[in-house]
């Protein structure tokens, strides 16, 4: 009798979730032993943390168990931090313990990556995963609070600096505008004294756009009180706020919060696992295999993709990172029958940012959207994800349908 391979899953991220969830389906129950490592017990739904964040929906309505989407008869799942992967003896190392694999999906998804602005790690806070967005949207209703309770009012306590005008920053943007008016109304504070200022470093914002839609973002933004400064590199953050460069002069801007959603890299884990590791991603192959090592895929955040007469990688997307997870199954799949490896095939269907619960910006199957149409078809997608992984149970359960 043939022995079981065993095959190893990091991270429970969209990538390593659907990975091991397809894996389940289309895998006989003695064909492998499938084991899913995550530091947690839950997966978070990380396209939905702008929303934490601010405090417009409860953290709770964006995680679920792990243990309720995957099959536990055919799939293991380990609690453990992944310390260390060792490609060429095939080891993953943790703090729960050393294991071997014949086959190891890697997809141990995003950190914050501030490019070395000082200051940036421990005077603002960060949109990364769900203690982060516990405690921004604690912070930002005790803010709220401390103006309204204080007799010296300090107009710092509602200011907000947001670095970074790419697509989390917008998102957290169209979800602020909207918590600050739920907390106006809640503690008796006068609105028009909320300060929310955009910094971007970029002369644009949203690059993967058209004006039309940058347009539209930044009119509804700019109508609900946010003030962007854009072609502002921030140089540093400190207990005021931001340091900002404007011209050859530094100029600081006050407030008592600031949020970083100017940019992620991959674990980083990577960089002391893979050679040739570029902000925690690795450059794959076409069927997503780390090179020189045929058995052993990268995927989701740590995964640099460049499709096939292109010289760019792919962004990091939960579409992506999806699509990948399902591929890598399929492959697994083949490796264990003795079959070829398929190259990966991205489909684009569509990228859709939310300016709040009731509009948007978005590009799908090429043409442009916006408003609530735009805003039905983000609910849309996050629907799909939630549906692909956990089934039609687990999208009715967290209130999809």
Same mark, same amino acid.
């Given at each position: 009798m043939a022995e079981i391979k065993k095959v190893i899953v990091l991270g429970a991220g969209y990538a390593g979730l659907q990975t091991v969830t397809k894996l389940q389906k289309i895998l006989p129950a003695d064909e492998a032993e499938i084991t899913l490592i995550d530091k947690d017990d839950y997966h978070y739904e990380s396209v939905l943390l702008h929303e934490a964040s601010a405090g417009t929906v409860n953290y709770e309505?964006?995680?679920?168990?792990?243990? #309720?989407?995957i099959n536990q008869e055919r799939v293991k799942f380990l609690k453990g931090e992944v310390v260390k992967v060792d490609p060429h003896a095939k080891v993953v190392e943790t703090n729960n313990g050393r294991f071997n694999y014949d086959i190891l999906v890697v997809g141990l998804g995003f950190v914050s990556?501030?490019?070395?602005?000082?200051?940036?790690?421990?005077?603002?806070?960060?949109i990364e995963n769900i203690q982060t967005a516990r405690k921004l949207s604690r912070h930002i209703e005790d803010k709220f609070a401390n103006y309204a309770s204080s007799k010296e009012k300090d107009p710092k306590d509602l /200011?907000?600096?947001?670095?970074g005008a790419g697509f989390t920053g917008i998102e957290f943007l169209g979800e602020l505008t909207a %918590? *600050?008016?739920?907390? #106006?109304?809640?503690?008796?504070?006068? %609105?028009?004294?909320?300060?929310?200022?955009? $910094?971007? /470093?970029?002369?644009?914002?949203?690059?993967?756009?058209?004006?039309?839609? +940058?347009?539209?973002?930044?009119?509804?933004?700019?109508?609900?009180?946010?003030?962007?400064?854009i072609g502002t590199p921030i140089v540093g953050a400190n207990e005021k706020g931001?340091?900002?460069?404007? =011209?050859?002069?530094?100029?600081?801007?006050?407030?008592?919060? #600031?949020?970083?959603? /100017?940019?992620?890299? =991959? @674990?980083?884990?990577?960089?002391?696992?893979?050679?040739?590791?570029?902000?925690? %991603?690795? *450059?794959?192959?076409?069927?997503?295999? /780390?090179?020189?090592?045929?058995?052993?895929? *990268?995927?989701?955040?740590? #995964?640099?993709? !460049?499709?096939?007469?292109?010289?760019?990688?792919?962004?990091?997307?939960?579409? !992506?990172?999806? &699509?990948?997870?399902?591929? $890598?199954?399929?492959? +697994?799949?083949?490796?264990?029958?003795? &079959?070829?490896?398929?190259?990966?095939?991205? $489909?684009?269907? =569509?990228? +859709?940012? @939310?300016?709040?619960?009731?509009?948007?910006?978005?590009?799908?199957?090429?043409r442009n959207i916006v408003g609530k149409k735009a805003a039905f078809m983000k609910k849309v997608i996050d629907t799909r994800s939630i549906f692909k992984i956990g089934g039609i149970g687990l999208a009715f359960k967290k209130g999809k349908f």
């Open positions: 309505d964006i995680i679920y168990p792990i243990e #309720s989407v990556e501030t490019f070395g602005i000082k200051g940036m790690l421990d005077h603002a806070f960060q /200011a907000f600096l947001v670095g %918590r *600050v008016d739920e907390l #106006s109304n809640k503690y008796g504070v006068d %609105r028009d004294k909320v300060k929310i200022t955009c $910094v971007e /470093a970029a002369p644009t914002m949203l690059p993967m756009f058209d004006d039309e839609l +940058v347009n539209y973002a930044v009119n509804y933004l700019e109508e609900r009180g946010v003030e962007f400064k931001f340091l900002v460069k404007v =011209g050859d002069e530094e100029q600081q801007l006050e407030a008592n919060t #600031s949020v970083w959603t /100017a940019g992620v890299r =991959g @674990s980083k884990i990577m960089d002391n696992s893979f050679e040739g590791v570029k902000r925690g %991603r690795l *450059v794959v192959n076409q069927d997503l295999t /780390a090179p020189g090592f045929n058995e052993t895929f *990268v995927i989701g955040d740590v #995964s640099a993709y !460049i499709p096939e007469g292109e010289e760019r990688p792919l962004p990091t997307t939960a579409q !992506i990172a999806m &699509q990948q997870g399902e591929s $890598v199954a399929k492959n +697994v799949k083949n490796i264990l029958n003795g &079959q070829p490896k398929e190259p990966f095939n991205y $489909v684009n269907r =569509g990228t +859709v940012c @939310s300016l709040g619960a009731h509009d948007g910006v978005g590009i799908v199957y090429g």
